[in-house]
Nanobody, 131 residues
Framework: EVQLQASGGGLVQTGGSLRLSCAGS????????IVWFRQAPGKEREGVSC????????HYTNSVKGRFTISADDAKNTVHLQMNSLSPEDTGVYYC????????????????????????WGQGTQVTVSS
């Protein structure tokens, strides 16, 4: 059974940091691209960052570049999202998702931010940044 377990959310003040973790099981980690999405109240879900295990490539949405860092812990089949310099605009439920890497490089190189690529989803973890 494929499972993704997201954790690490919480309440933090503006300028603070959080580290999210997404632990995967039941699938071959190296064959998948792992993505963090977030959804703020009243807004659509948006792709935040993508890690492609096959080549180590990372991708970020523009609003988090320079503040967030995605990385993988191979031994634990876990992808982390280090979030620094948080602002209230980062508030939302953060979800991790896994999509099987395709021969044409999708999803990482074919619109990784599109939620339709991903077969498996974690349960979400709440991030709240107070002003």
């Amino acid at each position: 059974e494929v499972q993704l377990q997201a954790s690490g959310g919480g309440l933090v003040q503006t300028g603070g940091s959080l580290r999210l973790s997404c632990a995967g099981s039941g699938f071959t980690f190296e064959d998948y691209d792992i993505v963090w999405f977030r959804q703020a109240p009243g807004k659509e879900r948006e792709g935040v960052s993508c890690f492609s295990k096959s080549d180590g490539a990372t991708h970020y949405t523009n609003s988090v570049k320079g503040r967030f860092t995605i990385s993988a812990d191979d031994a634990k089949n876990t992808v982390h999202l280090q979030m620094n310099s948080l602002s209230p605009e980062d508030t939302g439920v953060y979800y991790c998702a896994a999509g099987r890497r395709r021969p044409d490089g999708a999803p990482a190189s074919r619109g990784w931010w599109k939620s339709g690529w991903y077969n498996y989803w974690g349960q979400g973890t709440q991030v709240t940044v107070s002003s």
